[in-house]
């Protein structure tokens, strides 16, 4: 088996790194995508006492549903390829991002929102310079878990015929006895990329939480 592993990674190099450079680019263009999306609506969550049980409801609603589900309902409407792949994986990765910018906007002590409308600081440059700073440690973690959350489901974009990692695994589950060298390459990139991104994520963390908690 390790000798087919082998044989493959230095025969078809050229076809690993272009599997490796589509998940990379499913993940980076899903993680923007819901970033913006998923704060924006945690910040209007966490300001906005009538909207705020809606959008979680919502985002909770969104995460009790499989990605792979949400391709499946996405594929009559969209069709098959990199697009519903894309618009499945933002929105997964949306929840978490709600949620977690929404608390950590209502962690944040009312005594320095007092204070800072006291001194006359308007709600919008409050919540620019003072309210998304405090909650900066939450919202990022909210951030790191969704792209965990994002580096796994770019993998079942390989059903419906978008290239990613997952097209080692779909062809190694797929193809019998004679391809199992396959399911393990797939599997363990995967297994590396999603450690790799978290020994980044893990000191940005630190040092995030060290700069904006008391």
Not at 17 to 23: G, Q, R, W
């Amino acid at each position: 088996m390790l000798e087919k592993i082998i044989k493959e990674l230095t025969e078809n190099t050229s076809t690993f790194f272009l599997y490796l450079f589509n998940h990379l680019a499913l993940c980076f263009y899903a993680i923007l995508i819901s970033t913006v999306i998923g704060v924006t609506l945690g910040v209007i969550a966490g300001k906005q006492k009538k909207l705020s049980s809606m959008i979680v409801n919502i985002a909770n609603f969104l995460h009790m549903i499989p990605t792979i589900a949400l391709l499946a309902l996405l594929m009559p409407l969209i069709g098959i390829g990199r697009v519903p792949a894309l618009v499945a994986m933002s929105v997964a990765a949306i929840p978490a991002q709600i949620i977690n910018t929404r608390s950590g906007l209502l962690r944040i002590d009312p005594n320095i929102l007092e204070a800072a409308d006291g001194c006359g600081i308007g709600r919008f440059r409050c919540l620019c310079s003072i309210e998304i700073p405090l909650a900066l440690p939450m919202i990022f973690t909210g951030f790191r878990t969704a792209l965990i959350q994002t580096i796994y489901a770019a993998t079942i974009a390989s059903f419906i015929g978008s290239i990613s990692l997952g097209t080692y695994i779909f062809q190694g589950f797929y193809g019998g006895v004679t391809t199992k060298h396959l399911l393990l390459i797939g599997a363990g990139a995967l297994a590396i990329l999603t450690l790799f991104a978290d020994l980044i994520m893990n000191p940005l963390q630190k040092r995030i939480n060290r700069r904006f908690i008391a």
